[in-house]
């Protein structure tokens, strides 16, 4: 054991001779190390800044106490020339602990290094050709477009699928939850147009309430059997949805409010009769054909609808990354949660409301797919309101705005115009949605080469106007109410729309309107010729569209022919109505032309309606006008969409959040009327031009396929024997 052990000990030793020079290499480099970190870095390129490497990071922000601490060690050096071995030793040794711990010091940078990027330098970016603001302006319209057809036509179609489904059990039920939905509608639009005419309070409520329990009421009654009649049927309506509105609007039963009442009988009535009608009408499908034949083209145009919406968020973070970061943090719910739980499902419904038509039919289970066609339209206005609250909140931010950071997510949402938007944005989709189907029949009929498909296609234009001009004769009064709103919360931004640089903005949007009245009456009118006994309302027709014209020529002269307040250098002083005219553009002129128009085409829509009941109509023998009519009416009604929303949105001047948010960006100006007029007109024929390949996509190209396939194959000769 002794002798192994003295072997092991040469062999050990042997071994540390031969590595010596070795270990003696690393403690010098060790031992330049250590005193380099003793030598004040003067220089950049000083050797010593390659040895110390990292440490010069920190050499400002400790410069004082490094050379404090160096002097120090000067004069200890100075003094203890004649010192030992032992205490270089020991001097060695400290300074390669404190390298060590230089060394740790070092290693915490990777918490404030992100590497190469920490020098990039971010450039603010500008879209070629149209700038930011038109980039974002494009892709939020056409976002815009889509979203109102995909949500005004559902409503349109699932009325008439129901219209054209057989009252079968299943149905029976699908339509006492339509009629429901169907009353809040329309109880909703009468109670606003109460609130506005007669000062109704809670007007909106009474109507809701009172409609949707009286198409309740009525529905769950007829559904067991028909055990009322029309009269019946009104009478019910009103009483219980009266009585529950009185009881669910807030103070309807501590006070008397006639009013109120009034409009909750009303309302009430109005649902027990709709109800009644709906649930005996006699099944025809040619409203199940329409409803499925526009069913198609909404599967598409839902597809542009989330491709727009991902092109708009994309553009807005390249080009106001500040504010859509601040738009983002003050809805953080609403982004985060509500809107992608809202989309997601929505999604979810469509797909399964547009590819399910033809299996829950051929199983007798219609009445679900109804269902799914009430829940769809449901969670599409409920995406409607979401999206709402942040375009009010940029215009008419919660007051005051020193509490802005205080309040809620919700009470930023619940602006003072939003549920104004709201209404206007509902109507506005239903009327857009029925004038896009006179669009669509309109192609058809131009397409079509048969008899049959030209009377069907005839038959369906018609329907579209019914639905377009039934919904926009209340169109008006949701305007006034969103506008009213814009005025009690500032005036300043009123007058910024009506008199300033707005002011020739609104002229236009007068006479869009005052256009579209008068070509939905000249359809009226056309389409009137081929019925029979129809030529009896012609002369009262007459007088009215001579009242219409001067109604929307009052309607669209301004003040002064200038965007200003006052006139400024360059501007002509003359521009100006005389005085003997002045009264044409006081409120109470606009109002009365507005109240006129829509009255005159009330009127003349009694007429049409009248017509078509008690005469017998030629379809497929329509005036070409009235085909070329129906797309106008659709061309116009997507240029005065988008040309409202531009109007709202310059409204805010120069800020992005009014009052709270500045824009300090170059497009911070309101343009002039011909560039914005002549960029909304660009965008709008994209849309229709994409509109018309879809429609010819969805619906025409399927018949081509359907009748090359169907056609008889030619006889071939044969060989004689």
Same mark, same amino acid.
């Given at each position: 054991?002794?002798?192994?052990?003295?072997?092991?000990?040469?062999?050990?030793?042997?071994?540390?001779?031969?590595?010596?020079?070795?270990?003696?290499?690393?403690?010098?480099?060790?031992?330049?190390? #250590?005193?380099?970190?003793?030598?004040?870095?003067?220089?950049?390129?000083?050797?010593?800044?390659?040895?110390?490497?990292?440490?010069?990071?920190?050499?400002?922000?400790?410069?004082?106490?490094?050379?404090?601490?160096?002097?120090?060690?000067?004069?200890?050096?100075?003094?203890?020339?004649?010192?030992?071995?032992?205490?270089?030793? +020991?001097?060695? %040794?400290?300074?390669?602990?404190?390298?060590?711990?230089?060394?740790?010091?070092?290693?915490?940078?990777?918490?404030?290094?992100?590497?190469?990027?920490?020098?990039?330098?971010?450039?603010?970016?500008?879209?070629?050709?149209?700038?930011?603001?038109?980039?974002?302006?494009?892709?939020?319209?056409?976002?815009?477009?889509?979203?109102?057809?995909?949500? #005004?036509?559902?409503?349109?179609?699932?009325?008439?699928?129901?219209?054209?489904?057989?009252?079968?059990? @299943?149905?029976?039920?699908?339509?006492?939850?339509?009629?429901?939905?169907?009353?809040?509608?329309?109880?909703?639009?009468?109670?606003?147009?109460?609130?506005?005419?007669?000062?109704?309070?809670?007007?909106?409520?009474?109507?809701?309430?009172?409609?949707?329990?009286?198409?309740?009421?009525?529905?769950?009654?007829?559904?067991?059997?028909?055990?009322?009649?029309?009269?019946? +049927?009104?009478?019910?309506?009103?009483?219980?949805?009266?009585?529950?509105?009185?009881?669910?609007?807030?103070?309807?039963?501590?006070?008397?409010?006639?009013? #109120?009442?009034?409009?909750?009988?009303?309302?009430?009535?109005?649902? #027990?009769?709709?109800?009644?009608?709906?649930?005996?009408?006699?099944?025809?499908?040619?409203?199940?054909?329409?409803?499925?034949?526009?069913?198609?083209?909404?599967?598409?145009?839902?597809?542009?609808?989330?491709?727009?919406?991902?092109?708009?968020?994309?553009?807005?973070?390249?080009?106001?990354?500040?504010?859509?970061?601040?738009?983002?943090?003050?809805?953080?719910?609403?982004?985060?949660?509500?809107?992608?739980?809202?989309?997601?499902?929505?999604?979810?419904?469509?797909?399964?409301?547009?590819? +399910?038509?033809?299996?829950?039919?051929?199983?007798?289970?219609?009445?679900?797919?109804?269902?799914?066609?009430?829940?769809?339209? !449901?969670?599409?206005?409920?995406?409607?309101?979401?999206?709402?609250?942040?375009?009010?909140?940029?215009?008419?931010?919660?007051?005051?705005? %020193?509490?802005?950071?205080?309040?809620?997510?919700?009470?930023?949402?619940?602006?003072?115009?939003?549920?104004?938007?709201?209404?206007?944005?509902?109507?506005?989709?239903?009327?857009?949605?029925?004038?896009?189907?006179?669009?669509?029949?309109?192609?058809?009929?131009?397409?079509?080469?048969?008899?049959?498909?030209?009377?069907?296609?005839?038959?369906?234009?018609?329907?579209?106007?019914?639905?377009?001009?039934?919904?926009?004769?209340?169109?008006?009064?949701?305007?006034?109410?969103?506008?009213?709103?814009?005025?009690?919360?500032?005036?300043?931004?009123?007058?910024?729309?009506?008199?300033?640089?707005?002011?020739?903005?609104?002229? !236009?949007?007068?006479?869009?309107?005052?256009?579209?009245?008068?070509?939905?009456?000249?359809?009226?009118?056309?389409?009137?010729?081929?019925?029979?006994?129809?030529?009896?309302?012609?002369?009262?027709?007459?007088?009215?569209?001579?009242?219409?014209?001067?109604?929307?020529?009052?309607?669209?002269?301004?003040?002064?022919?200038?965007?200003?307040?006052?006139?400024?250098?360059?501007?002509?002083?003359?521009?100006?109505?005389?005085?003997?005219?002045?009264?044409?553009?006081?409120?109470?002129?606009?109002?009365?032309?507005?109240?006129?128009?829509?009255?005159?085409?009330?009127?003349?829509?009694?007429?049409?309606?009248?017509?078509?009941?008690?005469?017998?109509?030629?379809?497929?023998?329509?005036?070409?006008?009235?085909?070329?009519?129906?797309?106008?009416? @659709?061309?116009?009604?997507?240029?005065?969409? +988008?040309?409202?929303?531009?109007?709202?949105?310059?409204?805010?001047?120069?800020?992005?959040?009014?009052?709270?948010?500045?824009?300090?960006?170059?497009?911070?100006?309101?343009?002039?009327?011909?560039?914005?007029?002549?960029?909304?007109?660009?965008?709008?024929?994209?849309?229709?031009?994409?509109?018309?390949?879809?429609?010819?996509?969805?619906?025409?190209?399927?018949?081509?396929?359907?009748?090359?396939?169907?056609?008889?194959?030619?006889?071939?000769?044969?060989?004689?024997?």
């Amino acid at each position: 054991m002794t002798i192994k052990t003295r072997e092991s000990v040469m062999e050990i030793s042997k071994t540390t001779r031969k590595a010596s020079p070795f270990f003696t290499v690393i403690l010098g480099l060790l031992l330049v190390y #250590g005193l380099s970190h003793f030598v004040p870095a003067t220089t950049s390129n000083s050797w010593t800044s390659f040895v110390s490497g990292p440490q010069l990071a920190f050499a400002d922000e400790d410069d004082e106490f490094e050379d404090e601490e160096f002097e120090d060690e000067d004069e200890e050096e100075e003094g203890d020339e004649g010192s030992s071995e032992e205490e270089s030793a +020991s001097t060695e %040794g400290e300074a390669g602990a404190e390298g060590e711990a230089a060394e740790e010091e070092e290693d915490l940078s990777y918490l404030t290094d992100i590497g190469p990027a920490k020098d990039h330098k971010y450039e603010e970016f500008t879209f070629p050709w149209i700038g930011n603001r038109k980039g974002v302006w494009l892709a939020a319209q056409f976002h815009i477009l889509f979203a109102s057809f995909i949500l #005004g036509c559902p409503m349109f179609v699932v009325i008439m699928e129901v219209m054209g489904a057989r009252r079968t059990q @299943g149905v029976r039920k699908a339509i006492i939850l339509s009629n429901v939905f169907l009353g809040v509608l329309i109880g909703v639009t009468i109670g606003i147009i109460g609130e506005i005419i007669v000062g109704v309070h809670h007007g909106v409520l009474y109507g809701m309430w009172a409609c949707a329990f009286g198409a309740l009421a009525v529905s769950f009654m007829n559904y067991f059997h028909k055990c009322m009649e029309m009269r019946s +049927s009104i009478l019910v309506g009103g009483v219980f949805g009266a009585f529950m509105a009185i009881i669910l609007t807030p103070g309807g039963g501590e006070h008397v409010n006639w009013s #109120g009442y009034i409009t909750a009988v009303v309302n009430g009535m109005v649902g #027990g009769m709709l109800s009644n009608m709906i649930m005996f009408a006699k099944a025809d499908f040619k409203f199940e054909r329409l409803a499925h034949e526009i069913t198609k083209v909404i599967g598409i145009c839902y597809s542009f609808t989330a491709l727009t919406g991902g092109l708009f968020i994309l553009v807005m973070v390249v080009a106001y990354k500040d504010f859509i970061s601040y738009l983002l943090q003050s809805f953080p719910i609403l982004f985060m949660i509500a809107y992608p739980t809202l989309f997601i499902l929505e999604t979810v419904v469509m797909y399964i409301y547009v590819y +399910s038509w033809d299996p829950l039919n051929k199983s007798n289970k219609k009445g679900r797919h109804i269902v799914f066609g009430v829940i769809l339209n !449901v969670l599409g206005l409920s995406l409607l309101c979401a999206l709402d609250g942040p375009a009010t909140f940029m215009q008419t931010p919660p007051t005051p705005l %020193g509490e802005l950071t205080n309040i809620s997510e919700w009470d930023r949402i619940a602006t003072a115009t939003w549920m104004p938007l709201n209404y206007h944005r509902l109507v506005g989709n239903g009327t857009f949605g029925g004038y896009c189907v006179g669009i669509i029949a309109a192609y058809m009929y131009l397409w079509s080469n048969t008899k049959e498909e030209k009377e069907y296609y005839d038959w369906v234009g018609y329907m579209g106007n019914v639905i377009g001009v039934g919904i926009m004769i209340p169109l008006p009064a949701m305007g006034y109410i969103f506008v009213r709103e814009i005025y009690q919360y500032d005036a300043t931004i009123g007058m910024y729309i009506m008199s300033d640089r707005e002011s020739m903005f609104m002229l !236009v949007q007068g006479l869009l309107v005052g256009t579209m009245f008068t070509a939905s009456n000249i359809y009226m009118w056309v389409s009137m010729k081929r019925i029979e006994g129809a030529q009896r309302f012609f002369p009262f027709m007459k007088i009215g569209f001579v009242l219409i014209i001067l109604a929307a020529t009052i309607w669209f002269t301004p003040r002064r022919f200038f965007a200003t307040m006052m006139p400024e250098p360059g501007m002509n002083e003359a521009m100006v109505l005389p005085d003997n005219l002045a009264f044409l553009a006081l409120m109470v002129s606009k109002n009365t032309a507005a109240f006129a128009l829509v009255t005159i085409t009330l009127i003349n829509y009694i007429f049409y309606t009248i017509a078509t009941k008690t005469g017998k109509i030629h379809w497929g023998k329509i005036n070409p006008l009235g085909i070329y009519v129906l797309i106008f009416m @659709g061309f116009a009604d997507i240029w005065l969409l +988008s040309w409202m929303g531009t109007i709202r949105e310059l409204s805010r001047m120069n800020w992005h959040v009014y009052k709270v948010f500045k824009d300090v960006t170059p497009d911070k100006f309101t343009p002039a009327l011909a560039d914005a007029g002549l960029f909304v007109t660009e965008i709008v024929w994209g849309f229709f031009i994409i509109m018309t390949g879809i429609i010819w996509l969805g619906i025409k190209y399927p018949k081509m396929k359907k009748t090359k396939a169907e056609a008889p194959a030619e006889a071939t000769p044969s060989v004689a024997e």
